[in-house]
């Protein structure tokens, strides 16, 4: 994961034991453990909505709706008459 800086790992790890302190390190690992279970519940949960949003087959229009709305177009344009010269 880290390639081959470890180096970089282990000095990063002394850095945070020397800010916050060997008595404040389980507490900061246990929101670092809380934060990151929430965010995998909410991209757990944001990926079933999108997949069952996915899979959901959209209803097809009912034919007497678009037959009726295409014969009140094609009534109002014979009600008209022809255009003026």
């Given amino acids: 994961m880290f390639g081959g800086h470890w ?8 850095v945070v034991l020397i800010i916050f302190g060997p008595g404040r390190l389980p507490e900061l690992g246990g929101a670092v453990g809380k ?7 909410a991209t757990t949960e ?5 997949t069952t949003a996915a899979q959901a087959k959209p209803e097809p229009p009912s034919p007497s709706a678009s037959t009726g709305s295409e014969g009140a177009t094609k009534s109002s344009t014979s009600e008209a008459g022809p255009p003026p010269s």
């Fill in 46 to 50: 944001l990926t079933n909505e999108v």
């Fill in 7 to 14: 180096v970089y790992v282990v000095i990063l790890l002394i």
């Fill in 35 to 41: 934060a990151m279970r929430e965010f995998r519940k």
